[in-house]
């Protein structure tokens, strides 16, 4: 049967609709994934580290059965006052003694300018280096949290113009299910329970995946250095 005139622009007009209903998605990052997965097999233990943990001696990482490690570039905005002042020796000593590692930057972004920045501070620490497991967006800082959904979407969306398909956020339970809801991207969920150093139920962010479950803030750990109490994750989506 052949269609009408008024038939044929409605057609048109629908899928137009769907065409832009689709990179809008896109655009703002909607949808609860997308972020590709973690090169570790599932359940591998991952930490993250920072000038907090002091000087850390990766020479022992393997021997303490660590598989990846998640280090701090920074926090806030592109400013080189707030880079974390052992990121340069974390990344060597991971690349030194071939431990697989991301990058994270703890945000304080309250503003779409703000989010941008701490995407551009991320770029420029990164810059000719290999995050295997991702970079992510740390998203915690009391008084950020209305904004914090149209942030992350400004800070992924910047990365992955500038070629950094490997992004992500960090939050907690209570946090990712109150304000982040459905972003795209990787998921690290922060949920402790008793944070007695070991796992025990895995959190739920409704129909979204968690990728990497940070477990602890109290894992003791011998022969990497540092204060020996690290925070701890398991990789839940990985190869």
């Given at each position: 049967m052949s269609s009408s005139p008024i038939d044929n622009?409605?057609?048109?007009?629908?899928?137009?609709?769907?065409?832009?209903?689709?990179?809008?998605?896109?655009?703002?990052?909607?949808?609860?994934?997308?972020?590709?997965?973690?090169?570790?097999?599932?359940?591998?233990?991952?930490?993250?580290?920072?000038?907090?943990?002091?000087?850390?001696?990766?020479?022992?990482?393997?021997?303490?059965?660590?598989?990846g490690v998640i280090i701090r570039c920074g926090y806030g905005?592109?400013?080189?006052?707030?880079?974390?002042?052992?990121?340069?020796?974390?990344?060597?000593?991971?690349?030194?003694?071939?431990?697989?590692?991301?990058?994270?930057?703890?945000?304080?972004?309250?503003?779409?300018?703000?989010?941008?920045?701490?995407?551009?501070?991320?770029?420029?620490?990164?810059?000719?280096?290999?995050?295997?497991?991702?970079?992510?967006?740390?998203?915690?800082?009391?008084?950020?949290?209305?904004?914090?959904?149209?942030?992350?979407?400004?800070?992924?969306?910047?990365m992955l113009s500038t070629g950094y398909s490997m992004c992500g956020v960090y939050a907690s339970t209570a946090w990712y299910n109150s304000y982040l809801s459905g972003v795209a991207g990787l998921h690290w969920v922060a949920d402790w329970g008793v944070n007695d150093g070991l796992p025990h139920t895995q959190p739920s962010i409704g129909g979204d995946t968690v990728d990497l479950w940070q477990y602890t803030s109290n894992k003791a750990i011998t022969g990497i250095g540092g204060s020996g109490i690290f925070d701890a994750s398991l990789v839940l989506s990985g190869v």
């Open positions: 622009t409605r057609l048109l007009l629908g899928r137009r609709r769907n065409l832009l209903a689709t990179l809008t998605a896109l655009r703002i990052g909607g949808g609860g994934g997308g972020g590709g997965t973690l090169p570790l097999p599932v359940n591998s233990l991952v930490i993250d580290v920072s000038h907090n943990d002091g000087t850390l001696v990766w020479s022992g990482m393997a021997a303490a059965g660590i598989r905005d592109d400013d080189p006052a707030q880079d974390d002042t052992e990121f340069a020796a974390n990344i060597a000593g991971a690349v030194a003694n071939n431990i697989p590692y991301g990058i994270y930057i703890y945000s304080y972004a309250t503003s779409l300018a703000s989010a941008q920045s701490e995407a551009e501070h991320v770029q420029r620490l990164a810059a000719g280096l290999n995050p295997t497991l991702g970079i992510w967006w740390d998203s915690e800082e009391p008084g950020t949290e209305l904004m914090a959904r149209n942030c992350y979407n400004t800070w992924r969306n910047n």
